[in-house]
């Protein structure tokens, strides 16, 4: 064949095979510019690159099936995707599930650590299982692990688990949607991880558990539904914040929070509706207390029993900046228990209709539910008492008085009584005289 012009040469059509040759023009020096040559193999083995393997579903493109590492038949496709990850180097690498279905009936199981299992999409790839029992998808004391962009469902309603990340830190889970298993997303004692728009729902035990976990852990625009639970939050662990997203129209609680020694948990910006309780916090004994928890700026329109249920052993809660709608059959905050239950404090909320309150919680500047108000009267010339509406949203606990005149007569000793949940009395001894007896009142619970 005559030289020809780079420019002239024809773009081969089709990918080149390993033993196919490129020629390179080495200018070095000592080389002298010459021409030299390479097959595409050891060309690319020269370029440090992260494994990746491609696994293709049965009804996925012929392209897409040409390119792919690993092709699916039509049942047992756990097969194909555990020999893809199972072929992964001990650092772990990238497995990609392509637009399809994948039919699995075992589980599949990531161990190695760097490990990326990575679909096309929530609306391209999906896994259906029919196992009798088990995890769907294990993560096992692989760290620094990614799940994401995929659809999970649990054809028979029999797995026990569609994701279950055990003893796997600083894993992340993204752009992923459960459905039917027995719990949608469980975390197990796998602290600093990220769960981003995890959408879970028709599980019959919990759309997300998370169990024993200790670091950071973030729930970021998650959405449970249509679940015993919404978010399950079992044993002790600190450090966690659930930050947007939905909870709604789960039987038994939207999010549960129980028996461990629990530290430091947001509730942050999230959407409750149509759960039995929105929120649930309940430990079990004096040495397992759930404290320092924030629930702050979540939207409450609606609840059919009450929107936070503080049951034992809690202590130190902020509800704080949130938007109450309908009141519950028993109430907005309410204490079930009391067992050890200290410092709850409601402040800064709006409240679309006068809330019920438990008596111990401690409400402040809260629009909906007057908690201080003041204001001026008088005792009119022959009389010895005035009633007077103090405008709270509860009875007070505190009555202040100040007189501002002295009165023509003597009008003797004075008291407050009858204090109730809209009027106090003040009393007099005597008939205070034809100038009346002026005096201002500030009226609070303490």
């Known amino acids: 064949m005559a030289d020809q012009k780079l420019s002239e040469l024809i773009e081969l059509s089709t990918i080149p095979a390993s033993g196919d040759e490129v020629y390179i023009r080495d200018v070095s020096e000592a080389a002298a510019n010459e021409s030299r040559r390479i097959t595409v193999a050891n060309l690319l083995g020269g370029v440090a690159r992260t494994a990746t393997l491609v696994v293709a579903a049965n009804d996925s493109s012929d392209k897409s099936k040409a390119g792919a590492d690993y ?150 625009n998650c959405v449970g539904i249509l679940s015993e639970r919404g978010m399950h939050f079992y044993g002790s662990q600190h450090g966690i914040q659930i930050i947007g997203g939905a909870i709604e129209s789960n039987t038994v609680a939207g999010i549960e929070i129980e028996t461990g020694t629990i530290r430091g948990f947001t509730i942050w910006g999230v959407f409750f509706d149509a759960n039995a309780i929105d929120i649930e916090l309940d430990s079990y004994d004096a040495t397992h207390v759930i404290e320092m928890t924030a629930i702050i700026n979540n939207y409450f329109p609606s609840g059919t029993t009450h929107n936070i249920d503080i ?75 005035k009633v007077v509406a103090h405008g709270l949203g509860v009875t007070p606990t505190v009555i202040n008085i100040a007189f501002r005149e002295q009165g023509t007569s003597d009008f003797g000793r004075w008291w407050v009584d009858t204090i109730g949940a809209t009027n106090f009395t003040l009393n007099v001894s005597a008939d205070p005289g034809v100038s009346n007896l002026d005096f201002a009142w500030e009226a609070k619970v303490r």
């Open 311 to 385: 049951g034992n052993y809690v202590k130190g809660v902020n509800i704080r900046d949130n938007y109450f709608g309908i009141v519950p059959s028993t109430g907005n905050i309410i204490i079930t228990g009391g067992t050890g239950v200290s410092n709850i404090l409601a402040t800064e909320n709006y409240f679309n209709v006068a809330p019920t309150l438990a008596a111990n919680v401690i409400a402040r500047h809260n629009v909906g539910y007057v908690t201080e108000n003041s204001g001026a009267s008088s005792i009119d010339s022959g009389q010895t008492t």
């Open 71 to 220: 092709v699916c038949g039509v049942t047992d496709d756990d097969v194909q995707i555990q020999a893809a990850l199972d072929a992964l180097p001990a650092t772990g690498g990238k497995v990609m599930l392509l637009e399809g279905t994948f039919n699995v009936s075992l589980g599949i199981t990531i161990t190695k650590s760097g490990t990326i299992l990575q679909g096309a999409g929530k609306g391209a790839t999906k896994i259906d299982s029919t196992l009798a029992t088990g995890d769907i998808i294990y993560v096992n004391g692989a760290q620094q692990t990614l799940v994401e962009n995929m659809f999970i469902t649990d054809i028979n309603g029999s797995a026990t688990r569609a994701v279950h990340v055990k003893d796997s830190s600083q894993s992340m889970l993204m752009n992923i949607s459960t459905a039917y298993a027995d719990n949608g997303i469980v975390l197990d004692d796998s602290e600093l991880s990220l769960l981003v728009q995890v959408y879970s729902a028709h599980a019959a035990n919990a759309a997300f558990k998370i169990l024993s976990v200790s670091n950071v852990t973030i729930l970021l």
